[in-house]
Each structure stands twice: as structure tokens, then as C-alpha cells.
């Protein structure tokens, strides 16, 4: 890995120097509505992912709104500390967007006009039917002294000034313009200056049905099995996901690391691992169903509609979802699933012989390879004598019958509740059809074997 | 409005004053995970708002890593700059957490025992039935000079170092904790040393069925009425909310400017807003049917239970949704909604006379007083000669007839397709259950009246 490059030379460096191996880099965002509260700022993740997989190491991110003095400061501070600065945003074309006239102001500089971003801001209009008016025009307008990079989704140029090895690159705020700008532009910059003779090799690995914590007890930090390694956590409503890096500068032993690694999180994981990438549990059932030319049908009270939307979610859904029931009323769940009325009337609408029978009748009007039902009392209000609410039952049926699972989440939030329903049910739908024990998962505690 | 407090003694003023009436602040967010591109700060957006209810403009934000030196000269920079400072993160019982630490070093102070926090910590345990640990009992630790507050959902406390009428306060990461601490400690002091004598209030409206831009031209940013008036636009799929604010030290000029706002906006907005207050369509929609006591089916293709979970994921949904169908083949349709074979055969799934059969079909079946029936094609694939990507029809069934509409998305991404459907189909919904025009709203361009 080559050493960071000198700070800018135009900057006396007053901030600490970056530590440790790798180059440190500063992300600035801006805009008004990222400091006042009414925009939650998305960029900087995304940003500070890619620039990780460059071996850059971001120390500092802050937002700015779109004010001349607070932009020109912020890039200031960061030149005269780190090698790799990076600013999104203010590169509109209407009058509160300053960043250009920010920067011109801190290097001193005029905005000179750049004929090559003209013509695509030309082209940008012409495509589209309409004549590019003056404003837009002025899209082509950059300080002098950095490199223009055509925007291939938008008119705001993306904009680049190398000084003595350090970096400042400026990209529009509009997330599909900044990514589009940074993957065809930035990155091919970083991969040469930053990032030659750095091996960074990245997996996902996707667990659902388990605790973050449980799944830690079992996988561990991998930080002792070779400093090369580092795993992330990523926890949500759906499962655990694990993001394993390795980093070095010899690829067979970076190589060798991650594959060790990948070995261990695998067995340590057991069947609570369902993918080796990083996709849902509704892509890999679509997966699976189509791989297999299975069916389903679902048929859902308590999540109203949630299960399918999600399955369906998934492009190609036709091939192999069916239909879907949201009977949210105990005449619903007689008349489209034929449950018994005296079944309900006996056990009530929330109980194991209904999601039983809600699963059986849905499977067998749908002729579906296998359904999945869910009834539950989400919340806040909706309890009874013995029926709390978070109680939820979920049943799979397949080719071999019937599983109903019990389930009393903890807390009266209805949107979790609904959540939590979602996940346990497709984590069911996985066990059963890949011939896993159905009693495990669900978030129950581990067994130890 | 009092003046901005003087900065911190302590520290030598390098940064800029604060411009304009109203003081300054920074907010600091704490966390590698910030930082690396494993999570989106959301922290910031909510602190911001919060801020600004009190008068105080958010001029910088930023993000740093679990690291006492880094944490240090974000801290010293912004007490060096404005009079108002909140730190959020790196507060947890775990050797990661470095914010105390940080404090006392960047104060030269040691951290002390604080027997409030101490008894928080050991009844917080007691209630879940388990004993504090020593860790968890070092979350009474706090740098000296710093006053505690009891964290109500949490073990670690919030903090707040006055000096020289400058304020730091110093609050956990997690977003409940935070919150709580914010809510109920925070904002007390603020509107004590801040915003005395300021007025501000605040009104949302929220509109459905068109564009951001066409919006602003009817009801324009509200600057030339009064100057102690703003008024911010914030899309979503669903529609564009407005969020007035007014301000000022008279409490009548106050609520006079806001009044004649909201009447312009009000007549402006006409018939597209459906809330003065900050709901969503799905609960507006969810009011209506329980206060008219009227009841609802949906039947779904493209939107795969979409509008239905949606519809349900608001409390007490089981009084008036009566049930839905995710019809996604063929003989879905005809099955459980007596759409016949042959107009499915003749038109295709995706066509007006299937919408209006599967409306007609779903109002039937469930006894409902309306329907709402959705079929398109959500792409990426799936168009065929004279049905492209994106054409879907909406159909709403009541007791004086059937509407359907017709619409042609432009794109092909299929999550957007499927929000869109959505959002047309419950601003129809909605037109035809309160009497409106339904062949205006869903985003046509508005008639010039």
C-alpha cells in the first residue's frame, strides 16, 4: 500500500495526522434540510462503505447547509487534515445551491466554463425534448484548477482538485447522480491512488431465526483467528447479517484468511445461516420456489398483507406465488379458507387449531405445493383472557402435513408485533421446505448440541 | 430572544460567531459504525428538528469514531465555536464506548461516583429481575463538573456541563434512550435559556395525488406574506407534506401569520390535502371508515398485499377492513373474485374490465361498502405488445358504482411501480368515498379552474 499522500500544500496542517496504515478520508455533506431536520442524511453510509473498500479510512463525517462561509470552512478543516476529502451536495442549479461558488471563493478562483460539460448538459435536454435554458447551462461552470467529470444522470458536474497527492472530489447531492459519479468516476481514481497493492476481500453471510447475541456466542469476533480479519454485526427485523472483510497485501494469505473465516462462520452459524451473499429471506424463498418449481399460498390476519407484499416484492413472484388471503375477519376466514366457524367460535380467532386450519384450507384452495398462515393479536389494544397481546401462531403446511409454532412477543408495538410475525413465518416456510428441524429457530434460544 | 451566550471560557474562540438571531449548535454523533458505512445516522435529523422547536439553528453536524482523540477535537472544536453543543453516542457500559473518557481528558478532570445514577442502574436491573453488574454499575461514573440526569429507558446517564452560559450536553446513542433523555431533560433547559420569549408554532398539512413542483406553484414558499414564516415541502410516495412554521416575539403576530397561512394553504392546496396534521393517507383513510362506520375489501395483483398491510398497520383496523385478496394468477381471479375466465382471456389480467370485475367481484364477496382493486405490470420485465411496464388500472367499487382508472408509470423499477399503484389507488379511494372528482388527483397535472 503506498503512504498516504502530503497534506495540500495551499494548507498549513493544523488537524492531527491520520493514524494507523491506512490513508484517512472526510466526508462532507451538503444542505440545509441535512442540518434543520427535515432530511435524514443517506449519503454519508453509502460513501463511507465505498471508500472502506478502497482501504480509506474515514475519521470524520459533517454536514453543512448551503452557506458560502460554513461550506468553505468545512473543506478548509479538512484539507489541512486529511489526504482524501470527498463534498455531495449544492451543486444545483438554482440559487441556494453554493458549494462552486464556496470553493471558488476558498482557492481564490474564478468559475471558468467547460465546453465538455456544456454539450452533455445540451445533450442532457435534447434527449429529453427540451432546449437547455441559461441556468442550466451554467451547470457548466467549474472553479478553475479542478477537473470536470460529466454527470451521466444529471446536468451537475462532478468536479475534482488534486493538490500535491491530496484529493478533494466534489459530487452532486441527488443519491442517484452522487453513485452513479462516484462508481464510474471516484473509485477508479481511488483504486489507483489509494488503493494499489491493498487486497480487500469482502462476504456476506445471512442468518435469520437467531439473536444477535446468540449468534455471537457461537461465531465470535474472528479478530483472533488473524488481525486480517474483521465482522460485522448488522442486526434486523428479519435476522442477523454478517459483513466478514479481510485486508492485506498478499492475496494468496488474504485469500487463505477469508476462506478460513468463511469456513468458521458457516459451521458456527448452522442451519440460522441461509445464504452466503447478501439478500433477503423473501429473495432466497423466491429463489428456492422457482429453483424448485414449488407453489405457495399465503394467508394472513394479524400481518394483513405484509407476507405476500414481501414475497411478491421479489421480481418473477408470478412463477411460483399464487395467492394470498388476508382474512381479517372470522367470516373471512370461513368463507376463503373454510375454516369451521365452530372451530373459532370454540378456540377463538387467535388459537393453534385455527392457523391449522387456516393453513390447511389455503393450500388446499390455492393446490399450492405449500402455505404458510399467520394469526396473532398485534397491538396496542385487542387482548382477552389468555390471549395477550404479541400472541401469535404460525403454520406451514406442505406435502408432509402441518407445523404450528406458538409465539408471544414481548411488548405491545403493533408495527413490531407485525414484524416480528413476518419474520418467524418465512423462517418456518425455510425450515420446512429445506427439511430443517421447524421447532428450532423462530429466535428461541439455541439449543446447545 | 435572549442573545446567544458567550462561548466557553475555556476555550480561545477561532470559529466564526454566529450569524443571525437566533444562537447556534452543534450536534456530534458518536460511533464507528457512523462512520464506516454501517449505518445511517438518524440521530442527527431528529436533534436538528428538535433544536430548531427552541430556536436554535444547527449550523454543523458531524460524525465521529469510537476514539477519545477524535471525539476530544469535535468536542473542543464546537465548544470553541457556538453556545450550544449536543453530543449523542459512545455511552454504553462496553470497552468501545470512549465518550466519558474523552470529557475527562479533554477537561482534565477525573470521572466520579454519582449515587443517583448508582440507584438507577441497580433498580433498573431489579425490575428485569437480574443484579447490576460492575460494569453496569460504572455507568454512574461521569466526568466531574458534569451534572447527571436518570436515563428512563436505559442505564447510562445524560450530561451537561454548563460554563459561561455555553451548554454541553452529552446524551446516549440509542435512539429510544436519547430520545426519552431529550424529551424530558433537554428540552426543559432549552426552552428555559433559549427560547424564552420566542414564539414558534407549527402546522402540517399533508397532500396526496400531486407533484411536489405543481403543488409549489399553487401555494408558493409563504416568505412574501411574513417574514417570521417558512414553509418546507417534503415529498414521499405517498404525497407531499408542507411543514409551516411561524416565529416571532409576540405571541398574537404569531398565531395571526400562521392562521393566514394555513387559510391560503388550505385554499390553496384545495382538494389535494386531505389532513391538516402530519398522518398518513392509510390513517386519514383509516379515521373516515371507522368514524363513518363503512367497511372495505381489497383485491390485489401487482401491489401483492401492499395496500391492504398498509391499511392494517393501523390500530383498530379489524372495524372496518373486511378482508383482501392478493389474486397474482389467473385463476386467482376468477376463483375468488368471479372475474370470468373469458374477460381475462379477452382483455388480459392487466385491462380495465378486469380491474372494474375484480372491484365489483371483492365488494360482492365481502359485503363490503367499498372495494379497492389493483392490477399492473410492476416490471422489470413482464410487458407485452400494447401493455408496457408500468400501465396499471385502479378500480374503487361503492354503493353508486364502479371507477376505474387507468395510469402508465414511466420506469421500470418495480418497488417504485408497486408504491406508486399503491399511492393512486388510496387517493382514489379516498376522492370517491368523500364525493370528490375521482378522475383528478393521482398525480395528473391539475386543471387550471
Redesign the interface.
Known amino acids: 500500500m503506498k503512504p498516504p499522500p502530503a497534506a495540500d500544500p495551499d494548507f498549513s496542517p493544523s ?2 495526522s491520520p493514524a494507523g496504515p491506512e490513508p484517512a478520508g472526510w ?1 462532507i455533506t451538503v444542505g440545509d434540510e ?9 449519503n ?9 473498500e478502497y482501504g480509506v ?9 448551503d ?1 458560502e ?2 461550506i468553505g ?2 473543506v478548509a478543516e479538512a484539507l489541512a487534515t486529511v489526504p482524501l476529502v470527498i463534498v455531495s451536495g449544492g451543486l444545483g442549479p438554482t440559487a441556494d445551491d453554493r458549494t462552486k461558488q464556496a470553493l471558488a471563493d476558498l482557492f481564490g478562483v474564478p468559475l471558468t466554463r467547460r465546453p465538455e460539460v456544456e454539450e452533455a448538459v445540451v445533450a442532457f435536454f435534447a434527449t429529453r425534448g427540451r432546449a437547455a435554458s441559461p441556468v442550466n447551462l451554467d451547470q457548466a461552470l467549474v472553479p478553475e484548477g479542478f477537473e470536470a467529470a460529466v454527470n451521466p444522470r444529471g446536468t451537475a458536474p462532478g468536479m475534482l482538485r488534486r493538490s500535491g497527492g491530496q484529493l478533494l472530489f466534489v459530487l452532486p447531492g441527488v443519491p442517484g447522480e452522487m453513485k452513479a459519479l462516484m462508481r464510474g468516476w471516484v473509485e477508479p481514481v481511488l483504486a489507483a491512488e489509494f488503493a494499489a497493492g491493498l487486497i480487500v476481500r469482502r462476504r456476506w453471510f445471512c442468518t435469520t431465526g437467531i439473536g444477535e447475541s446468540d449468534l455471537y456466542d457461537s461465531v465470535g469476533d474472528l479478530a483472533e483467528m488473524a488481525p486480517a480479519l474483521s465482522l ?1 454485526y ?1 442486526p434486523s427485523p428479519q435476522g442477523t447479517a454478517l ?1 466478514l472483510t479481510a485486508r492485506g497485501e498478499d492475496e494468496a494469505a488474504v485469500e487463505a484468511a477469508l476462506a478460513a473465516a468463511a469456513e468458521h462462520i458457516t459451521r458456527a452459524a448452522g442451519e440460522y445461516l441461509y445464504a452466503c451473499g447478501n439478500i433477503s429471506l423473501a429473495e432466497y424463498l423466491a429463489d428456492l420456489f422457482t429453483r424448485e418449481e414449488l407453489t405457495l399460498a ?1 394467508a ?1 390476519s394479524c ?7 414481501e ?3 421479489v ?4 412463477a411460483w ?9 372470522d ?2 376466514k370461513s ?2 379458507l373454510g375454516v369451521p366457524a365452530e372451530l373459532i367460535a370454540e378456540h377463538g380467532a387467535v388459537s393453534e387449531p385455527v392457523a391449522r386450519a387456516m393453513a390447511t384450507g389455503a393450500r388446499q ?2 393446490q399450492s405445493d405449500w402455505s404458510l398462515a399467520v394469526t396473532g393479536i398485534a ?4 387482548e382477552r383472557p389468555g390471549k395477550p397481546i404479541g400472541l401469535t401462531f404460525v403454520a406451514c403446511a406442505g406435502p408432509d402435513g402441518v407445523v404450528v409454532r406458538r409465539y408471544l412477543f414481548g411488548g405491545s408495538e ?2 413490531l408485533n ?1 414484524s416480528r410475525a413476518r419474520a418467524v413465518a418465512l423462517d418456518l416456510l425455510r425450515r420446512m421446505v429445506t427439511g430443517l428441524d421447524p421447532e428450532r429457530g423462530g429466535w428461541e434460544t439455541p439449543r446447545k448440541s
Not at 421480481?315 to 408470478?318: D, E, K, N
Not at 406465488?321 to 375477519?329: E, K, M
Open positions: 488537524g492531527p466526508i441535512l442540518i434543520n431536520g427535515v432530511r435524514v442524511d443517506t454519508t453510509a453509502w460513501l463511507a462503505e465505498r471508500l472502506e479510512r474515514v475519521t470524520r463525517a459533517l454536514s453543512v447547509g452557506d462561509a460554513a470552512e468545512a460485522a448488522l459483513y399465503t394472513e400481518t394483513g398483507g405484509m407476507i405476500a407484499a414475497l411478491t416484492a421480481a418473477g413472484a408470478s406465488f399464487r395467492r394470498g388471503w388476508v382474512t381479517y375477519s367470516e373471512a368463507d376463503d384452495r390455492a397491538g396496542p389494544t385487542g403493533r408495527r407485525r
